[in-house]
């Protein structure tokens, strides 16, 4: 049974960098497509974007600009950094999997259980 | 950006009755819209793909319907663990991939 589990700092520092690490257990990482989704407190859910295990990356063009997204197939990894973070990047941070691995990618389960980062000073 | 307008907000049932649950997209999405279920504390679960197809583990009560630009999503014979927050998500036209701002169930 696969499961994904995010980690990361907790507290970020306004205009630092946000780094996540979501660390699949029980799959092989490859051949899937991987998503990370955030949610601030008591609202709804953003697509931050989607890596391949090739390394291909899409990502929401509200936040290309500051978005990457990579893969660590060996250590069934993959990582999210987003770049001059604000108040407004406070959120639960999810990583989930996509259903399949060709027209489906886009629905995603299973999902971590997510990690919150908050950002302030 | 296809914008996925949920209604309603809340719906407060009570067990045994049925709950339809509504998705507009402000653009044709054909088929291709999910729901999803969240309860507190948890991660959102897949419920329904492609308009209408469970996903795995998921109860016969659970059913969607629907193309274009109007979706529903029903859930017959409400039962207390169906409490939750109710998600539609869209993967016609991306990126981004959207999801709507989503329906709360309350089982009185």
């Known amino acids: 049974q696969v499961q994904l589990q995010e980690s990361g700092p907790g507290l970020v520092k306004p205009s630092e960098t946000l780094s996540l690490t979501c660390s699949v257990s029980g799959a092989s990482i490859s051949d899937y497509y991987w998503t990370w989704i955030r949610q601030p407190a008591g609202k709804g859910l953003e697509w931050i974007g989607r890596i391949y295990s090739s390394g291909d990356t899409r990502y929401n063009p509200s936040l290309h600009s500051r978005v990457t997204m990579s893969v660590d197939v060996f250590n069934k990894q993959v990582s999210l950094r987003l770049t001059s973070v604000t108040a407004a990047d406070t959120a639960i941070y999810y990583c989930?999997?996509?259903?399949?691995?060709?027209?489906?990618?886009?629905?995603?389960?299973?999902w971590g259980q997510g990690t919150l980062v908050t950002v302030s000073s | 950006e296809t914008v996925l307008t949920q209604s309603p907000a809340t719906l407060s049932l009570s067990p045994g009755e049925s709950a339809t649950l509504s998705c507009r997209a402000s653009?044709?999405?054909?088929?291709?819209l999910a729901w999803y279920q969240q309860k507190p504390g948890q991660p959102p679960r897949l419920l329904i793909y492609?308009?209408?197809n469970r996903a795995t583990g998921i109860p016969a009560r659970f059913s969607g319907s629907g193309s274009g630009t109007d979706f529903t999503l029903t859930i017959s014979s409400l039962e207390p663990e169906d409490s939750a927050v109710y998600y539609c998500?869209?993967?016609?036209?991306?990126?981004?991939?959207?999801f709507g701002g989503g329906t709360k169930v309350e089982i009185k």
């Open positions: 998500q869209q993967r016609r036209n991306w990126p981004p991939l959207t």
């Open positions: 989930a999997r996509g259903l399949g691995s060709t027209w489906d990618h886009n629905w995603f389960d299973p």
């Open positions: 492609e308009a209408s």
């Open positions: 653009q044709s999405v054909d088929r291709y």
